[in-house]
């Protein structure tokens, strides 16, 4: 049974030697050694380290992940009998046997035996050390699961402990630690029980606010819950201590979450503190004559967040918002207006999209907005020649170029903004923390500050981030508390609703018959391959495959095939191909997800929609309906489809607003998943789970309210307690 990163290893017989007799010291090493004086090994203090346990206040805040009832004993044929239940029993017996043997493979096998029967201990890893601890007439507390194997019950593996007859068992419940490879439960379960009886734990939060805001909840002492927690008193409900339901959790996470409430605050603040351009917006300049320019009205709701973007950016602070709109609702439209707006101040902007479909697409549009209002235009990608790329940098970093659109390759060390105002970031669930962080990070070059102020304050970019993935409301207080947030909750006008049908994949002839009606009518068509996790070759081939049988079955009509291992250059005609009606089916795989805009498409297939998750799904779906036409979307499927999968169709069948989705999609999958890679806010969290304790944050967030104008010191105390120092990460 092979240790992982988050199961307990098993208490190896030399686990006692090496367990210590004391912890890390209570401060913080000061002097960076590891190695405490009593010349512990370091490398378990290292490993401590590792896993974030560095002060004994670490140790005291790492909570049990499971317990393990060892205070009962089993009669051995009691334990026989509940064989095969997958449940762990504890019996105590006399060694009978011992001997190693060699088939199929070295082993120990030891046999012990009770007043009621035997059983057998098989070890298939084992020291000798072992062998010696389990020698014949020992008695052996033994903790394991019973099996019946080939020679009749035994237990493969189960931890075992010499006892003297008589031996008192625990009282209490035995925690099990996270831990990682190298640190045992034994040597675990020492360090946490020195830290917890020398490590005062006082009240953090003020009297005011228990018996204030918080009341309702009750909350107990943090010293007693954690003692509690530790070392369950026997009487206390197992179920209740591991399905974190005891009113001891509910204490835990309430600190928790309080801690992450107050840091992202905190984050607030010190956004609030930097500098940033303030770029008021004037009559008659880029601005104006674009929108003079626009073949369309801007919707009410897009007017609504172009006015909360302008105030923004009219502000000395840097702006950091994200812009939620479902898919179609126009949001390109609104930062090329916020760039422009950036632009007249005299500072260049930053467009960055996630995929080099979407980024080419955006500077196509944007650049043949505003090109002909006389702004220079720059494209960045990793595609670009050598030479071109040096061009284009040498563009951005003389402020020449105002405007760069481009993918991650803007936020290289190479490149350099002359004047960066703005950057924005679109799909940015798509990016990482450290990637949006690095595009803010390219400092805002304006004069330099005054010789009269001591300090200037750092200056940075105003930000903008666009989304069409909705956070729902309790995410997006805890995860993105330090956000502005604006939607555009209106498509533009003419929109025909899209029509979704489900469709067995039998029936794939019906589908092809309606390709050809669509093209008859001057329509385009994707149709997207199936996912394949798996393998991204099998995926490719698939894609391939799927090319060919579209092309022979459609000999009238004009079919392209876009897939990500295509060179740039190739994807990009056949874009463009499909863009001017050139193509009219067009093969993808998912690289067409985001952001493509052709508004003449009004078919979409999607293969194997069971596949696919369902804000993917949205996003693809979001593909048409961008036009007048009518449009449909086909999810083909294969049966028979599992329950999840029949269920986020349902809700692709029953709805096209975004939210909605997103709503049921959390229902579905849980908040855990919902942001795909872990960020920001959510590293913080390791006890309060957001599918159940969502309730708590908005008390959390009134206790931080309070903390911060009426009790600082607290708010030290709270915070050094529970982040020493990771407090980093929020401010993405
Ligand atoms: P998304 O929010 O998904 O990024 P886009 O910005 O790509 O959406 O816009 C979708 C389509 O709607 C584009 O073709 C765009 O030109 C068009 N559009 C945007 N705003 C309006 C509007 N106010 N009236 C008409 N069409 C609009
Ligand atoms: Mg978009």
């Known amino acids: 049974m092979p240790g992982t990163a988050t199961e307990p290893t098993q208490d190896k017989a030399e686990a006692p030697d090496s367990a210590p007799s004391s912890a890390p010291s209570s401060a913080p090493s000061a002097k960076g050694k590891a190695a405490g004086k009593d010349g512990k090994p370091s490398s378990a203090v290292a490993r401590l380290a590792k896993m974030g346990l560095r002060r004994s206040v670490d140790l005291v805040l790492h909570l049990p992940m499971r317990y393990e009832d060892e205070t009962t004993l089993m009669p051995i044929s009691e334990a026989i009998r509940r064989a095969g239940l997958g449940q762990p029993a504890q ?27 035997e059983l057998t201990l098989r070890f298939l890893n084992f020291y000798g050390s072992q062998t010696k601890q389990m020698e014949e007439g020992v008695r052996l507390r033994v903790r394991g699961e019973v099996r019946g194997g080939f020679f009749g019950a035994e237990m493969v593996h189960p931890t075992v402990r010499p006892v003297v007859p008589d031996e008192p068992l625990p009282d209490r419940l035995t925690p099990v630690y996270p831990a990682t490879a190298g640190i ?58 591991a399905d974190r339901s005891h009113p001891a959790w509910l204490r835990i996470k309430f600190d928790e979450l309080l801690a992450q409430q107050i840091s992202l605050r905190r984050a607030h603040e010190a956004r609030r503190e930097k500098n940033a351009p303030s770029m008021p917006r004037h009559e008659g300049g880029l601005l104006t004559r674009f929108l003079a320019a626009l073949p369309f009205r801007l919707t009410g709701a897009q007017q609504r967040v172009v006015g909360e973007i302008a105030a923004d950016m009219t502000a000395q602070h840097p702006m950091h918002r994200l812009l939620q709109g479902d898919v179609g609702s126009g949001k390109t439209i609104v930062a090329a207006l916020a760039a422009c707006q950036a632009i007249d101040a005299g500072y260049q902007a930053a467009i960055m999209a996630p995929t080099e479909i979407l980024a080419e697409q955006h500077y196509r549009k944007l650049s043949a907005w505003l090109e002909p ?128 049908r489900l469709v067995n994949d039998e029936r794939r002839d019906e589908v092809i018959e309606r390709i050809h009606h669509a093209a008859a009518e001057g ?12 393998s991204e070759a099998l995926q490719l081939q698939t894609a391939v495959e799927t090319y060919e049988t579209l092309v022979a079955a459609l000999p009238d009509l004009r079919v392209g095939l876009v897939h990500g291992r295509l060179p740039p250059a190739e994807k990009a005609s056949v874009m463009d191909d499909f863009s001017a009606n050139r193509l009219q089916v067009l093969v993808a795989t998912t690289v067409i997800e985001v952001g493509v805009d052709v508004p003449n498409a009004s078919l979409m297939v999607i293969e194997h929609a069971e596949r696919f998750g369902l ?23 294969q049966a028979p489809l599992s329950p999840t999968a029949r269920e986020r169709l349902a809700t692709m069948r029953e709805t096209t607003d975004g939210f909605e989705i997103a709503r049921r999609d959390l229902d579905i999958r849980g908040p855990g998943e919902f942001l795909g890679a872990r960020q920001s806010g959510e590293a913080m969290l390791r006890f309060a789970d957001l599918n159940t304790d969502a309730w708590l944050v908005e008390y959390a967030q009134e206790a931080a309210q309070l ?11 709270h915070l050094s307690r529970w982040l020493g120092g990771r407090e980093h990460y929020l401010k993405a």
Request: glycine share 6%; hydrophobic share 45%; charged share 20%.
């Open 91 to 117: 019996v105590e017996g006399e060694v009978i046997s011992n001997e190693v043997t060699f088939r199929p493979r070295r082993q120990l096998v030891v046999k012990i035996a009770d007043d009621s029967g």
């Open 184 to 241: 045992s439960q034994a040597y675990l379960r020492k360090a946490i029980s020195g830290a917890l009886s020398r490590t005062p734990m006082p009240e953090t939060l003020p009297a005011a606010v228990l018996q204030g805001p918080l009341a309702k909840l009750k909350l107990r002492p943090l010293g007693e819950c954690l003692r509690l927690l530790h070392t369950p008193p026997p009487q206390e409900s197992e179920a209740a201590l």
């Open 373 to 500: 209002l006389g702004v220079p235009v720059v494209w960045l990608a990793g595609s670009l020649k050598a030479r071109e790329k040096r061009a284009a940098v040498a563009r951005v970093e003389s402020g020449e170029a105002r405007l760069a659109i481009g993918t991650h390759a803007l936020i290289q060390d190479t490149v350099r903004f002359a004047r960066l105002g703005l950057s924005v970031v679109d799909e940015q669930h798509r990016f990482g923390v450290a990637q949006r962080l690095a595009l803010r990070g390219k400092a805002a070059g304006t004069e330099p500050a005054p010789a009269t102020a001591a300090v200037a304050p750092e200056t940075v970019p105003h930000q903008l981030m666009m989304s069409a993935t909705p956070i729902p409301r309790t995410l997006a207080m805890t995860y993105y508390a330090d956000l502005d947030v604006s939607v555009i909750d209106e498509l533009p006008p003419g929109r025909t609703p899209i029509v979704t």
């Open 523 to 534: 329509r385009q068509v994707y149709w997207v391959c199936p996912l394949i996790e798996e």
């Open 615 to 637: 804000a993917q799904l949205h996003q693809l779906r979001g593909r048409v309906g961008r036009g007048t036409a009518e449009s449909v979307c086909l999810l083909m499927y």
């Open 707 to 717: 903390m911060l104008t009426q009790f600082p010191e607290a708010v030290e105390a």
